[in-house]
């Protein structure tokens, strides 16, 4: 079936560092794969998203890569601040509904000082 | 704006009780979404709507039903709740066209314990 997961449960940085969380997916067909925050007690926040058509794309302090050739997505964090503390998740659209989002598991990137 | 908003903010169920979850948009989208999050894992989609009347099952419907009444508002019910129900719940919604296409709006979420 489908699913998508990521390699690392936690991930702690030092502040002014960058980040690199990691996901796998697993379909191939998948048109789009999406970056979302989760604060503590807070519901998930839309970061940025990209197209399986693309290898790359920039936000603001964020960089999204997509190799498909291994079905990997990464999300990039320049200089991390304290605020970038959260949880991430990864998600896809699958190919047969695109009304739906399938998350997955997520990563807790903690920052210190 | 207030975005998606979701009530109540917790609540505690007695095995068997009933209850509906509201959420609401403000927003004019078209789709809905209920997730239900549990610990140290993501979020699983339990049901969503494409528009006013019209409902779909998720991954995780079984022991859930929802109504979309209103393009505003989607109603999340539990008829007879259990204790594998004990969740955090989102509300999202998102918009059918336009730059935010793959954007989804979170509600703060509905803590719920069923005993």
């Known amino acids: 079936g489908e699913s998508v997961g990521l390699h690392l449960p936690t991930l702690s940085v030092q502040e002014g560092d960058n980040s690199i969380i990691n996901c796998a997916y697993s379909n191939s067909a998948s048109d789009y794969f999406i970056w979302y925050k989760q604060e503590s007690g807070k519901g998930p926040q839309f970061i940025i998203d990209i197209r399986s058509n693309m290898d790359k794309r920039q936000g603001q302090r964020v960089t999204v890569l997509l190799n498909k050739t291994v079905k990997h997505l990464s999300l990039q964090i320049a200089a991390t601040q304290p605020g970038d503390s959260a949880v991430y998740f990864c998600?896809?659209?699958?190919?047969?509904?695109?009304?739906?989002?399938?998350f997955g598991t997520g990563t807790r990137l903690q920052v210190f000082p | 704006n207030a975005g998606v908003t979701q009530t109540p903010k917790f609540r505690v169920l007695k095995t068997g009780q009933s209850m509906t979850l509201l959420c609401a948009q403000d927003m004019n989208h078209e789709y809905m979404y209920w997730y239900r999050q549990d610990p140290g894992m993501g979020l699983r989609l339990i049901h969503y709507?494409?528009?006013?009347?019209?409902?779909a099952k998720g991954e995780v419907p079984d022991g859930y039903n929802v109504s979309r009444l209103k393009k505003q508002n989607f109603l999340l019910g539990l008829e007879s709740a259990a204790p594998s129900q004990t969740s955090v719940y989102f509300c999202a919604s998102r918009d059918r066209r336009g730059s935010s296409y793959n954007e989804q709006f979170f509600g703060p979420g509905t803590r719920l314990t069923v005993l």
């Open positions: 998600a896809e659209i699958p190919p047969l509904n695109t009304d739906k989002l399938i």
């Open positions: 709507s494409v528009g006013e009347g019209t409902t």
